[in-house]
């Protein structure tokens, strides 16, 4: 019997307003606790709600972009539950009357089929607090307020997708269309994107829906496609063996890559929802939805689809760097001035990015701009340094802030060229290892790539690696297929 | 029967309240009473009236995402039945 | 030699003026009368605090402050307020034990409008717990009497408020009003009080509890003091999405005004059955001179009344279910228990921290809005109330302004209707219509029964007509004032 996966997401999204969804309390991430509160976002007796323009604003523009049906009406209504992080103990959500309706995103996969997500609904709500436990497992829970009242935009997709793999494709097409909009930067370690899954399995080609299983905790991309795969098979098996599973909600243990249900009893809620009277509705016209349909940003998709034309990047290429809004604008920076989009691209793509992934920095902090990055090209394609020496100084560049230029004088790296001085090198080296030279002269061409090697060992690395193989081939003679 | 023993406790968990067991009963009665003279808006037709929610009848009332002042840390803690570390202090969430 | 406690905000302004006398001198003649009264064998109870050192420091402030007190409006007479208003730096405890010792870190946008025009708080007023209630019998702080037979009740649940007002406790009052609040107590102590069109007072700081019934107003010993009072607390409010925005008139000039051809109408449904006998005549003999004065009396229909209770019952507890849930000894306010379970933790704290009425209110609205009973109950309801505000509506494209009695009854005996809340709610039946509407309503006294008890007049005028309110009101306090 096959199975197939049936995967829904529920994905919070912070949105980046400079105060609070209902209070001009500031959003700053990571000020001390319990600093940025007020009467309305501490639920004191008294105190009254009033939206944020900016969060309606951009809660449009989030929907546009995910192309949902934006509602020429709607409003606020209480979420009520108990909770220590909830101060008013309701949140102040979307339930009736969302502002955005259903929508679909595609995926976009690597060589593959695309493919539609659908979005059921997105909906503006405000957050809670932070929840601390104490080290001690019989301590008490600490909570900071200051996240209380953070625009949130909750996105809720329809079952549509099938793999782990999508699951992880959709949410990066979520993170770009929320970085092109500038409505988040979703990045997950700051809590501006939290996910939580629903997953059921069923007989392959059927339509009915299997038992739901939610699965929370998950705290990246990754973990998400993990917890899928270990759901996947741990269903599998049981549907395999004839056991009924039941609704359940589970954590993702990132220590075991494994999910587990989860320990406290989940209450049965009954949310209780009502329109708060506290604020009034929503109200747009056509023309307002539409001039801020025409205020949209190029989005992923498109400047996916114009990377590949204009600048002949390849899908792939294109998909990584559009990737994150800043990798696209940078790039787009450095060819504006450095006309070799496909050089551009590699470098970004293989030593910027590895650089970065090392320091775990972002493209935003890299201390090498566009025109830096220019003037390390210029130098290499004029032969002052060779391919490898570059990367060297561009490694130092990235570290220090330097400018090309300035590294290679300061280091002496210009690339050895002069024939001479060269020639002498060689002669060197064919001096001390005639052993190797008789090798090579006896067939073994890779004992030719040693020769070289010891040239540039010589010169640091400077020499010009052409020129040596030139004149290695002159004084040795034999094959022009040689890597340096 | 409208509201009987377990609907009261249903609905008193719900509020995070506790009752005696005569004040559940005496609850219930009175409850029951006030809900059977609900009844009286089964006369109306309201088949084509719209709800109101706001008298006034106002939408699109918001304000500019500019900051405005916080409460002093200090606030916080004095309104605080207990405090520590900065932070509002709850027994253990599981 | 009596007191500045027994005059008028019109009386003292001059005098203050002047620099005749001083707020500390009106203060201190008040406290003097709150502490005589306290020595009676049956207090009146109308304060829950009357901290001398914060007014102390409140006058002080306001000495400080622009424009100058004498040039404001109310130019530093003290006004008490009701314990459900946040005066910062005081306990605003809504007559609870869960916020017994709750200080407000803030004011509330009336207090600080009021504060500006020249008027301190002094002292907060006692009242039914969280606003709930109409005999102010439901307050941790003690019942509160009503000062022409203190073995009655004062009304609710501003109960405190009227009461300190007619007892020259006080020189006027803010109060509040979601059914009837203001109007019932004033009916009931034979003062003046007037809760306005829904959103021309800021409900920032007014500890909520139906929000979109909820208004503050005022409680006076005239109209022309009402009239100052509201004045100077109305306006809008960027702090509360709910405010009006629409100017606010000088209402103090339409006091004295004449009303010849003011067209009033009387409605049907307000005189029926369980109207007692001595409060019909006493309206009747309102509405005689207020046509007298020039009034044109015809009688109406609002064919809806007898909906009315049951909408605003299950419309104002939903809210106040909703609204009082965030009372939970966590942030502020009492935690009266030490416990490791957090359940545990709400469960006590709320339900030591509430009294009986409460706690069957936020029953009965949680019920109403829980998963199967939101048609059945709160939506009908919220339809209902259409009905009940184009009732109004109609009404006025006929009359300017509707005369009605306050409550179908005197104030009754303390105690006796505690076991019936029914009962109770039975009797705001008058009331309730007026803030499902959003409309403006006062109640004026109109003589007593006899018995000596007073009996209230009601006003009500269309939205934001609170001009035509404080003429026909003035006009009838001076036709019994001559009484």
């Not at chain 1, 001690?136 to 996105?155: H, K, Q, T, W």
């Not at chain 3, 905000?9 to 009368?33: C, H, M, Q, Y």
């Amino acid at each position: 019997m096959q199975y197939e996966a049936v995967i829904g997401l529920e994905i919070h999204v912070q949105i980046n307003t400079r105060t609070k969804t209902f209070c001009r309390c500031s959003t700053e991430f990571g000020a001390p606790p319990n600093t940025h509160t007020c009467p309305v976002c501490l639920g004191l007796p008294g105190a009254l709600p009033v939206l944020n323009e900016e969060v309606i604003k951009k809660g449009i523009t989030a929907g546009l972009a995910l192309n949902c049906r934006v509602a020429k009406y709607s409003i606020f209504a209480r979420k009520n539950y108990f909770y220590p992080d909830l101060p008013k103990a309701y949140q102040i959500s979307q339930y009736a009357l969302p502002i955005n309706g259903p929508g679909r995103v595609k995926l976009v996969r690597p060589g593959g089929k695309e493919k539609w997500i659908g979005i059921t609904r997105a909906h503006l709500e405000e957050d809670a607090g932070k929840l601390v436990h104490d080290e001690a497992p019989r301590g008490p829970s600490y909570v900071d307020f200051n996240r209380c009242g953070v625009p949130l935009l909750e996105i809720v997709t329809e079952p549509d997708i099938r793999t782990p793999d999508d699951a992880y494709l959709f949410l990066t097409a979520i993170k770009e269309i929320m970085q092109y909009t500038g409505v988040s930067e979703c990045n997950m370690e700051k809590g501006e994107l939290r996910v939580d899954v629903n997953i059921s399995m069923r007989e392959a080609g059927k339509d009915s829906y299997g038992v739901k299983q939610e699965i929370k905790n998950m705290n990246s991309f990754a973990n998400v496609k993990r917890a899928l795969e270990y759901e996947i098979k741990r269903q599998t098996r049981l549907l395999r063996s004839g056991e009924v599973l039941t609704q359940q909600t589970r954590l993702f243990d990132p220590n075991k890559n494994a999910t587990v249900p989860m320990r406290t009893k989940e209450e049965a809620h009954d949310y209780r929802y009502f329109p708060d009277p506290d604020l009034v509705p929503v109200v747009l016209t056509s023309e307002e939805i539409s001039m801020l349909r025409e205020e949209l940003p190029e989005l992923p998709d498109r400047r996916r689809k114009r990377f590949v034309e204009e600048y002949n990047l390849t899908e792939y290429d294109a998909v990584n760097i559009c990737s994150s809004l800043s990798t696209a604008n940078y790039f787009e920076e450095a060819v504006r001035d450095y006309k070799q989009p496909k050089k551009i691209a590699n470098w970004i793509l293989t030593e910027l990015l590895r650089y970065l992934n090392e320091q775990k920095i972002d493209i935003d902090q890299c201390l090498v701009t566009p025109a830096m990055l220019k003037e390390l090209f210029d130098i290499m394609d004029s032969g002052v340094i060779s391919g490898k020496i570059g990367k060297d100084v561009f490694t130092e560049m990235m570290s220090s802030g330097k400018r090309a230029g300035a590294i290679v004088e300061q280091k002496g790296l210009k690339q050895v060229s002069d024939t001479g001085k060269l020639e002498g090198v060689v002669d060197e080296v064919l001096s001390e290892h005639g052993n190797v030279v008789a090798d090579y002269l006896g067939g073994k061409q890779k004992a030719f790539g040693f020769l070289v090697g010891q040239v540039m060992k010589k010169t640091k690395g400077k020499a010009n690696p052409k020129l040596v193989n030139e004149l290695l081939n002159q004084k040795i003679g034999g094959s022009d297929d040689l890597e340096q | 029967m409208k509201i009987d023993k377990t609907t009261i406790d249903w609905v008193a968990e719900l509020a995070r309240i506790n009752l005696s067991p005569e004040e559940k009963r005496e609850m219930e009665i009175q409850l029951a009473r006030i809900l059977d003279y609900m009844d009286v808006l089964n006369e109306l037709d309201l088949e084509d009236v719209e709800p109101t929610a706001h008298t006034l009848g106002y939408t699109n009332v918001m304000r500019k995402d500019e900051q405005g002042k916080s409460f002093d840390v200090g606030v916080v803690e004095k309104l605080a039945p207990k405090w520590g570390n900065g932070h509002v202090i709850v027994p253990r969430i599981v | 030699m009596s007191g500045l406690n027994t005059e008028t905000i019109a009386s003292l302004r001059e005098p203050l003026r002047k620099g005749d006398i001083d707020t500390f001198d009106i203060v201190n003649d008040i406290k003097r009368a709150i502490d005589q009264d306290a020595q009676h064998v049956q207090p009146l109870n109308a304060y829950i605090r009357f901290d001398m050192d914060l007014i102390g420091r409140e006058i002080e402030e306001s000495k400080a402050r622009q424009p100058a007190l004498r040039d404001t409006l109310l130019g530093g007479v003290p006004i008490a307020v009701k314990d459900l208003i946040n005066v910062m730096g005081g306990t605003t405890t809504c007559a609870s034990n869960i916020l017994r010792e709750y200080v407000s870190p803030y004011d509330a946008t009336a207090v600080q409008n009021m504060k500006r025009c020249g008027g301190i708080p002094a002292g907060k007023l006692n009242m039914d717990e969280f606003g709930r209630g109409s005999s102010n019998e439901n307050s941790a702080f003690g019942v509160v009497g009503n000062p022409f037979n203190r073995s009655k009740i004062p009304g609710g649940s501003s109960g405190g408020a009227a009461c300190a007002v007619a007892a020259d406790l006080a020189i006027a009052a803010l109060g509040s009003d979601t059914g009837g609040s203001i109007r019932q107590p004033a009916s009931m102590c034979g003062v003046f009080g007037i809760k306005p069109t829904y959103g021309r007072v800021s409900r920032y700081g007014l500890v909520a509890y139906a929000s979109s019934l909820d208004q503050i107003g005022t409680s006076a010993k005239t109209v022309a003091d009402g009239a100052l009072l509201l004045e100077a607390i109305s306006g809008h409010d960027v702090c509360d999405s709910t405010s009006a925005r629409e100017a606010v008139p000088r209402f103090s000039e339409y006091v004295g005004r004449e009303i010849k051809g003011l067209r009033i109408g009387i409605p049907d449904e307000y005189f029926g059955e369980g109207l007692d006998e001595e409060v019909r005549n006493c309206i009747h003999r309102g509405i005689k001179v207020l046509e007298e004065a020039g009034a044109r009396i015809r009688k109406i229909s609002l064919k809806y009344t007898r909906y009315a209770i049951a909408t605003y019952y299950i419309i104002a507890t939903a809210e106040a279910s909703s609204n009082l849930a965030r009372f939970d000894g966590i942030r502020y306010g009492t935690r009266s228990v030490e416990t490791d379970d957090l359940i545990d933790l709400y469960h006590e704290n709320r339900s030591k921290g509430f009294g009986e009425e409460v706690k069957r209110r936020i029953l009965l609205g949680t019920f109403t809005l829980s998963s199967g009973y939101y048609d059945a109950y709160y939506l009908k309801a919220q339809k209902a109330r259409t009905l009940v505000q184009r009732d109004f509506h109609d009404a006025f494209r006929e009359v300017d302004l509707i005369v009605t009695p306050v409550s179908p009854i005197p104030a009754w005996d303390i105690g006796v209707m505690v076991d019936d809340p029914l009962q109770m709610y039975l009797a705001d039946v008058y009331t309730v219509p007026v803030n499902l509407a959003g409309l403006p309503g006062a109640s004026v006294p109109c003589g007593r029964t006899a018995d000596g008890l007073p009996v209230g007049l009601q006003l009500i005028a269309p939205l934001f007509r609170e001009d035509e309110i404080f003429r026909a009101a003035s006009v009838v306090e001076e036709g019994f004032d001559a009484v």
